[in-house]
Nanobody, 114 residues
Framework: QLQASGGGLVQPGGSLRLSCTAS????????MGWYRQAPGKQRELVAT???????NYAASVKGRFTISRDNAKNTVYLQMNTLAPEDTAVYYC??????????WGQGTKVTVSS
């Protein structure tokens, strides 16, 4: 129901853009966002955006990452710039409905290494 793409291997300082599209079977999506989980660590919030465009970022990515969405396409994007090795993780897309139900994508792996 949530299909993420765009992960890969990038050198430190590089950029990647993640995309996630929600299928039409998920009704009433309000917020969409990205979370990540590094090896041996808990899943953490990266950024979220509401349907009206209000954004929220983790302190560690503020100024480097930008979240955006296309409501007509039910798609959320994460532009990641100035990537660092500590950004290496599996990135998961999330959708939260107005009814409070959460949905997760399958994850896309981002590796930052020289």
């Amino acid at each position: 129901q949530l299909q993420a793409s765009g992960g890969g291997l990038v050198q430190p300082g590089g950029s990647l853009r993640l995309s996630c599209t929600a299928s039409g079977s998920i009704p009433g999506i309000n917020a969409m966002g990205w979370y990540r989980q590094a090896p041996g660590k808990q899943r953490e919030l990266v950024a979220t955006i509401t349907r009206r465009g209000t954004t929220n970022y983790a302190a560690s990515v503020k100024g480097r990452f930008t979240i955006s969405r296309d409501n007509a396409k039910n798609t959320v994007y994460l532009q990641m710039n100035t990537l660092a090795p500590e950004d290496t993780a599996v990135y998961y897309c999330n959708a939260l409905t107005y009814g409070g139900y959460g949905y997760w994508g399958q994850g896309t792996k981002v590796t930052v290494s020289s």
